[in-house]
């Protein structure tokens, strides 16, 4: 009767060990250097880094509160961006946080009198840390940004214009602007260029 039980055991216990090894130590193992191989910006989390120190990641968004830097959207992850807190903010269109939150971003983003502000500047994603805006809200922008660094508007512009990512392939996902990018461009213009 002992030896029953252990002989049916037995392969029972070598495929669980088996298959461990294999899905929980050889396939991730594998992955990561197919990943580090192929992509290694984006297996190390597509750092971006000034004088070899990392600034952030094209991936996750970051607060730029400043007029002098392109605004990316509201962020309901934590206590703003905070990847560890990574959600939307589950509030429904009556929510009286939600609303005057709204408001006060509306109030805030109106520098430019008779244009409508883009809805992406009002309205957290669902993760909280998207780094990328519609280009009409970095158009928008470009008003402030200007006057805030003492630039041509002509010139800002022309900047938002290159930082635009097309769908690939023409086909899928949205223009798009990634804020961090933009502002490490804007950077490398000049503080008190005006032409």
């Known amino acids: ?94 929510s009286r946080a939600l609303i005057d939150r709204v408001k006060g971003d509306l109030a805030s983003n109106r520098t430019s009198p008779g244009q409508q502000v883009p809805s992406d500047l009002v309205t957290a994603s669902a993760s909280g840390l998207d780094p990328h805006i519609s280009p009409d809200a970095a158009f928008y922008q470009v008003q402030r940004v200007a006057r805030a660094r003492n630039l041509d508007p002509a010139k800002v512009r022309a900047l938002v214009d290159a930082s635009i990512e097309r769908p690939w392939l023409g086909l899928l996902g949205e223009p798009r602007v990634n804020v961090l990018e933009i502002n490490r461009r804007l950077d490398g213009i000049g503080a008190n260029e005006k032409r």
Not at 50 to 68: A, E, H, N
């Open 1 to 94: 009767m002992k030896n029953d039980i252990l002989t049916s055991l037995r392969p029972a216990l070598v495929m669980t060990l088996l298959f461990a090894a294999l899905l929980g130590i050889a396939y991730p193992l594998a992955l990561t250097g197919i990943g580090q191989a192929l992509f290694p910006a984006q297996a190390n989390g597509s750092l971006i880094e000034r004088d070899g120190k990392p600034v952030g990641s094209t991936l996750i968004g970051q607060s730029f509160v400043t007029g002098r830097y392109f605004h990316g959207r509201p962020s309901a992850a934590g206590k703003g961006y905070d990847a560890m807190a990574s959600s939307g903010s589950n509030l429904g269109p009556t």
